[in-house]
């Protein structure tokens, strides 16, 4: 039997009919290895310290996001949402199951998704029908495959082994963009030899250190001496001088064998390999592949203070708010009943705080919106975080503009102004 993971047929004993996520994930890297040398898969590349910033930049990102169930219903041609906090599903963004928290659980779903641009989970439903449980199931353990009538069907890989095939009613599957229309493209996959390219130069840079950065050795006969005997003795000289002084013995004081002295050092400079260079190019072209700002793999190299804040406030439009809607529109086809869509629930993250600019910039946007009819003193404070005052201390009035545009006086109501 064949399992397709990322384009590639990855075999499995018929006798068997399973196979565990360690033997998928090492047969993974052996088929993923690069022209470097490097094995990349959605799993070893967080050894790139340019993808685990931006994995855990935009993992922690979304999981500081609240997330709630609203009822979405017209209102004069527009549409007025309201929180539904009774609803099954907000009990279930909550707590997801027994073993992770909301703010654990959207860690790890994100990093998945981000890393093989899909995600998956089990829906486990109580008797009287809403879904009760989502537990989540490692994208590697999981094959989608699409028969003849377009259905889809899900085969999972239990950690025990065992392999099973699921029920479509019964997984929760979110995805980014897809080449086959179904599973997911991972963009890890897709930029792996760029993602070799910075861990091979992270493992060289440590190699290169941790032997004290200096240079290889070469040994020479002195004049007259006859050498080693046999090519067994020279190897043998070689392996206990590395044995002696390599690593952390490499300041240790030598005597040399008579008849061998130290020649030229093999010299490697780190300028002309352009190992700084690569390492910096590698960071900028990863990021870039993943959408993000360089600051936030940790590029500070033409970062000022004001154009962070709008870098920070673009990577929150830019990246986390289409996954945050890969989110939403899952969990609505997912988690919602029939009913529920029909009858205008929705599932929203709120944003809103993660676009707010500094606290200066804020409160002057704030205060236009303020005078210019468009908040109550209410809203204001609710966007703050703050309690609302009472409705008879004027927390619910809207101003308007008078006549020469200039002042403002409460908005006309069906309710007396305060203080009339």
Not at 8 to 29: C, H, P, V
Not at 61 to 84: C, D, M, N, W, Y
Not at 302 to 313: L, P, V
Not at 350 to 378: C, H, T, W, Y
Request: with cysteine; net charge negative; glycine share 10%.
């Amino acid at each position: 039997m064949r399992m397709n993971i990322f384009g590639l047929q990855i075999g499995i004993s018929r006798k068997a009919d399973s196979i565990s996520l360690d033997t998928l994930l090492r047969r993974l890297e052996a088929a993923f290895e690069t022209v470097s040398g490097i094995a990349v898969t959605p799993e070893t590349a967080m050894q790139s310290p340019t993808v685990h910033a931006v994995v855990t930049a935009i993992s922690r990102r979304v999981a500081s996001l609240p997330v709630h169930v609203f009822q979405a219903t017209p209102a004069g041609g527009r549409i007025r949402k309201e929180r539904v906090p009774d609803h099954p599903v907000e009990g279930l963004l909550a707590r997801p199951n027994s073993w992770q928290t909301s703010t654990s659980y959207w860690l790890d779903a994100t990093s998945w998704l981000v890393r093989y641009g899909r995600y998956y989970a089990f829906k486990g439903k109580g008797l009287s029908g809403p879904v009760r449980l989502l537990q989540p199931l490692h994208p590697g353990t999981v094959e989608v495959t699409q028969d003849d009538k377009l259905d889809l069907h899900y085969m999972v890989n239990r950690a025990s082994g065992a392999r099973e095939e699921v029920d479509a009613s019964k997984i929760h599957h979110v995805r980014g963009p897809a080449r086959d229309g179904v599973t997911g493209d991972s963009p890890i996959m897709d930029v792996r030899e760029a993602i070799a390219l910075e861990i091979a130069a992270e493992k060289f840079g440590a190699s290169f250190f941790g032997n004290g950065a200096m240079p290889g050795l070469i040994f020479q006969y002195v004049t007259g001496s006859k050498g080693h005997r046999t090519e067994g003795e020279r190897d043998q000289f070689i392996r206990d001088f590395q044995d002696a002084y390599g690593q952390r013995q490499r300041f240790r004081g030598m005597i040399m064998p008579a008849g061998i002295e130290v020649g030229t050092q093999i010299a490697v400079e780190n300028d002309k390999a352009q190992f700084l260079e690569t390492r910096k190019l590698q960071r900028n072209i990863i990021a870039g592949a993943l959408g993000v700002p360089p600051h936030l793999a940790g590029d500070l190299e033409r970062a000022t203070f004001s154009n962070i804040e709008h870098q920070s406030i673009q990577f929150i439009q830019a990246v986390i708010f289409p996954i945050c809607k890969f989110f939403e529109s899952a969990m609505e086809r997912d988690l919602l009943s029939d009913a529920d869509r029909a009858a205008g629930v929705i599932i929203r993250f709120n944003l809103d705080g993660a676009l707010r600019g500094d606290f200066k910039s804020r409160q002057e946007g704030l205060k236009i919106q303020r005078e210019m009819g468009v908040i109550s003193p209410n809203d204001w404070r609710e966007m703050e975080n703050q309690n609302p005052i009472a409705v008879e201390d004027g927390g619910e009035a809207y101003w308007s503009q008078g006549p020469s545009g200039q002042g403002g006086t409460p908005a006309a109501t069906d309710e007396p102004v305060p203080g009339e």
